[in-house]
């Protein structure tokens, strides 16, 4: 089957004007929909040819985690399968892998949530942003760069879909929906009557209806400015409602969370009858295929409606039991993908099965711990991990899967701070340390040693304890340090041990803790190190601060101070910061929501996917030579410090 050239998407007429910024209101999209109908197909071309990518940097490592499966379109002969980490397309009658995209320029980022095709046009949907693929040929749609589309949300995008007049309708988690036309596109809010800017899905229905399924309920736009809210009088419960399908007799089923599926005919809706072996309140996707026929699938379990009766999907034995995580029927068949990679053909007659390979057992990467000498642990998804970046190797560790810290101490004993308890590593094994502290739950959530080998841990209370090898000294309570509120992590060098809680930085110091004045109220510290010169530096979203010991202050700091011979250069931030990290030398790393910033002579320089690949950075550490990051939805990377200065 070969793709239909789609003439649509060839080019926007026009473009909207930014104006004075707001999001247009329903007047507004009313006014772009009367001015755009009939211009669906002009000359210029919209793709263009994609830039070269940037080169990975020499000696970078990356892991992401694992595949779970998001979205699947069926595209001519290509499978388009959008994962968690990343983009894969398969060719349908064979199984081969024809191509892997991860984030960089041609993905913005790894954390696909939908994808659909129209005539030769790929639409992928992520975390950061929107990817429309053609022909070989890419074209990446961000909140940065939105090209001709400025008012149109391309942040956490959550899915997109193809409407009737082939717009592009996008459904984002809190910032409405999105429409995408020739003539440039718009926003759908609260503020345009829709229910709830949580918004999952977007479909055009049989009638004139635009139907849009949110967080509280079910809604749909009628004409221009007419919208309607469908709840108990329709026959909907109230809440989130999480998937439409449309179904080619002019139903349109209804997938609300935690409560079934329902039948809705455009006034009334009917909640379906259950299988007799599983409970439609658990099913986490539907589709309806051109045959007529329902899909729906949850865990460890997929149905098929057909002819009023349901069946079981001809799923082979092995693969019964998989988590599944989204359906899509294409009138042959189906196809299926589960949370652990795992992709299958179901009742297609061509047996296909897809085990996409394993990954981190969480996107988020953090608490990252490095010996200096190639590896380090961290935490990922409440699992313990080790890596190697000499080896190149990665084990998930049994332990209890309830971590939230780890740390290394001098003489290289492992030691992770769990929900429960704290516990040190012991050849293959962990043994608990049996914290001897004055609360019955301390709830653990940091743990840091200092340069004697002393351990120092933080609580959700707010409480921190230092455990010399025999007695457990709480040196603060919660109340003392963060007025209650939970330790988000411990930093300690030569020269002093400190905590950040809930945006707080405190110093443990003869047997207490010290707050300094210096960083505003409104200022929340997320990160804090100290430098080889001795300063530590604490990072706000907007920028540096560093302590004055002698003034006892905290003052704001440049981000160019202290680099020798630096000349007048970009010294901007990138987003909002997230981490900060020193190396021997001085070299200075800033985390960002944007990417990795590197602070040297001729200014701070930004790196995104296509050189580190991943977007949001969680933690950073600087150890050997080598810089780990973990990122917030992208695993992590080891890159090379000689390679970034």
């Known amino acids: 089957m070969k793709l239909m050239r789609n003439e649509i998407f060839l080019s926007f007429a026009r473009r909207c004007t930014r104006g004075s910024g707001r999001r247009p209101r329903l007047a507004n999209a ?33 892991v992401g ?92 995008l959550y899915g997109v879909s193809i409407g009737r007049q082939r717009e592009v309708l996008l459904s984002t988690l809190g910032f409405g929906a999105g429409v995408i036309a020739p003539g440039g596109g718009y926003a759908i809010t609260r503020a345009d009557s829709l229910m709830d800017d949580i918004v999952f899905d977007v479909k055009d229905g049989p009638d004139d209806g635009r139907y849009f399924a949110t967080n509280a309920g079910l809604c749909a736009q009628f004409g221009d400015t007419t919208f309607a809210w469908y709840q108990a009088g329709a026959g909907l419960p109230r809440g989130e409602t ?36 599983v409970p439609l309140r658990d099913a986490r996707s539907i589709s309806a295929g051109p045959d007529g026929a329902l899909w729906v699938a949850g865990r460890g379990w997929i149905r098929v409606l057909r002819g009023g009766q349901w069946r079981e999907a001809g799923i082979a034995p092995a693969d019964a039991g998989a988590a599944w995580k989204t359906i899509v029927a294409d009138g042959a068949g189906a196809f299926a993908g589960s949370d652990d990679g795992l992709v299958v053909a179901l009742d ?63 003489g290289g004993d492992v030691i992770a701070a769990g929900r429960w308890t704290v516990r040190r590593r012991e050849g293959a094994g962990w043994t608990d340390m049996h914290p001897d502290l004055a609360e019955a739950d301390p709830a653990f959530t940091a743990a840091r040693t200092d340069a004697d080998g002393a351990l120092w841990v933080g609580t959700r209370s707010g409480a921190i304890y230092r455990f010399d090898g025999d007695i457990w000294l709480r040196v603060a309570r919660g109340s003392e340090t963060l007025d209650g509120r939970g330790i988000l992590d411990v930093r300690s060098a030569p020269g002093g041990t400190w905590a950040i809680g809930a945006g707080v930085p405190v110093r443990c110091a003869d047997g207490g803790v010290e707050r300094f004045a210096g960083i505003d109220s409104s200022e929340t510290v997320v990160d804090l190190e100290r430098s080889p010169a001795g300063e530590w530096v604490a990072v706000t979203g907007g920028g540096l601060f560093v302590f004055d010991d002698d003034a006892t202050v905290w003052r704001k700091r440049g981000l160019l101070e202290g680099i020798s011979g630096s ?24 985390g960002s929501t944007e990417g990795l910033g590197v602070v040297g002579a001729g200014g701070v320089r930004w790196l995104r996917a296509a050189d580190t690949d991943g977007g949001e950075v969680a933690d950073l550490v600087a150890e050997g030579g080598r810089l780990w990051i973990g990122f917030a939805r992208d695993g992590f990377s080891v890159l090379p410090i000689p390679s970034l200065r």
């Open 348 to 410: 297609r007659g061509v047996p296909l099965r897809l085990d996409l390979g394993v990954g981190l057992p969480a996107p988020r990467v953090a608490a990252i711990a490095a010996n200096g000498a190639g590896a380090a642990w961290f935490v990922s998804g409440g699992r313990l991990v080790q890596a190697d970046a000499v080896a190149r190797n990665v084990t998930v560790d049994d332990a209890p899967p309830d971590a939230r810290a780890v740390t290394i101490a001098p």
């Open 30 to 62: 009313a006014r772009f929909a009367k001015r755009n109908r009939g211009a669906l197909a002009l000359g210029v071309a919209l793709l263009v040819p994609g830039a070269p990518g940037a080169s990975r940097l020499e000696g970078a490592w990356h």
């Open 567 to 590: 000349q007048p250069g970009p010294a901007t931030i990138e987003g909002t910061l997230t981490a900060i990290a020193f190396d021997a030398a001085g070299t200075l790393f800033l």
């Open 242 to 277: 999480r998937q439409l399908a449309v179904a080619p007799d002019g139903a349109l089923f209804v997938l609300v969370s935690r409560q079934g599926i329902y039948r809705f005919n455009g006034k009334r809706a009917a909640r379906l009858r259950p299988p007799d072996d």
């Open 65 to 156: 985690p694992q595949p779970a499966v998001r979205a699947i379109c069926h595209a001519g002969d290509t499978l388009w399968v959008g994962t968690a980490a990343g983009l894969f397309v398969v060719d349908i009658r064979n199984g081969a892998l024809l191509e892997r995209i991860e984030a960089g320029d041609r993905l913005p980022s790894a954390s696909v949530r939908a994808i659909a095709a129209v005539g030769d046009s790929v639409f992928v949907a992520t975390d950061d942003g929107l990817a429309l693929y053609r022909a070989g040929e890419v074209r990446v749609f961000t909140p940065r760069a939105p090209a001709d589309i400025p008012l149109v949300p391309l942040v956490r």
